[in-house]
């Protein structure tokens, strides 16, 4: 059935490729963004599959918190790795075709894991309030069950919204010319080639963005909110220092990523420009790199789980140079 969908929408769109016109269309800049890029991919790949990996092997780190964490990182390296690898071949082999199919899947993944990204954002929000401002309840409110059930949550409502996203961005006539001024294949972009009116697209668009982004960034700021509010209340300077520490990275992530987002979406098409590339670099190529060290290795916890995991490797290493040490002497003694 999807086979038979998508060959009926080639046929009513008129086209079967686009062309994604890049960063930038300088010769001599090529090389320089293919290098950077990848450096930025590689490190976003390294630092939130490492994240994952230790919060896996780590018990200490077997909380609520550092659940969300994980999840966090997939959806950075997932909606990374759909726009990143096809931007670097671009870079490198001038390539910039994208069939029709390619196209929508790539915008719909994208979608999907940047709502999903929202979404999570929200979810630690909440988990950190309800540590903060109601510790002794902490257990039984964000419970196992409850982290799968909030984490289910936020994949069904990016799944869903997903679907409505590339249903609005795809569903109009394409004519020609099939030319999308930018990287990777966005809604406004897309947008701008139809040949059908998009009035009614570009305001379920907005919608849909009003309702996942601000949405998500009330319940943020209403639990940071909470915190310092309840923070301020205690007599403890280190404990309100390490809380405002904890508030502003947070805050500094959130930032970048929904300024971007709100600039991208909150706003018709029609007034979209070049500086959409700007921002879509920061939350499409940047802020995946960012937020492990954002939200991780400035942790304490996550710095003692790193050094633990460094002791065990060099205890390994010694165990292991010992025991070779030990077989080479038996060798030399058999000599």
């Not at 890049?22 to 630092?47: E, H, K, N, R, S």
């Not at 799944?159 to 996203?165: G, P, Q």
Request: proline share 4%; with cysteine.
């Amino acid at each position: 059935l999807s086979h038979i969908f998508i060959h009926n929408m080639q046929n009513i769109i008129g086209l079967n490729v686009f062309i994604l016109l890049g960063i930038t269309d300088t010769p001599w800049a090529q090389a320089p963004l293919f290098v950077l890029f990848l450096l930025i991919y590689i490190v976003t790949l390294v630092g939130n599959i490492g994240l994952m990996v230790l919060v896996w092997v780590a018990p200490s780190l077997h909380t609520p918190m550092y659940f969300f964490l994980t999840h966090f990182s997939l959806a950075d390296v997932c909606y990374s790795t759909v726009i990143s690898p096809k931007m670097l071949t671009d870079l490198v082999f001038g390539d910039k075709t994208i069939s029709w199919v390619g196209c929508v899947t790539q915008f719909h993944l994208f979608a999907l894991f940047v709502t999903a990204e929202c979404h999570l954002l929200a979810a630690m929000a909440y988990d950190r309030h309800v540590a903060i401002c109601h510790p002794l309840s902490y257990v039984l409110v964000v419970s196992p069950r409850a982290c799968w059930q909030l984490v289910a949550w936020c994949y069904l409502v990016a799944s869903l919204s997903a679907l409505l996203y590339t249903g609005c961005t795809f569903g109009g006539s394409f004519c020609g010319p099939n030319h999308v001024d930018h990287f990777f294949c966005d809604a406004s972009p897309v947008l701008r080639l139809a040949c059908s009116d998009t009035r009614g697209c570009e305001a379920a668009i907005f919608a849909l963005a009003a309702a996942n982004g601000l949405g998500t960034s009330v319940v943020i700021l209403l639990s940071y909110g909470r915190i310092l509010h309840a923070v301020l209340g205690t007599s403890s300077a280190p404990s309100r220092a390490r809380a405002f520490r904890t508030c502003a990275s947070h805050l500094a992530s959130v930032t970048v990523f929904y300024g971007s987002l709100f600039f991208m979406y909150l706003q018709p098409a029609s007034r979209h420009g070049s500086r959409d590339k700007v921002a879509s670099v920061l939350y499409t190529v940047v802020s995946p790199m960012l937020n492990p060290f954002i939200y991780s290795l400035r942790n304490r916890e996550v710095k003692a789980a790193l050094g633990r995991g460094r002791r065990r490797v060099l205890n390994l290493c010694r165990q292991q140079r010992g025991a070779a040490r030990g077989i080479r002497e038996s060798w030399n003694g058999l000599g």
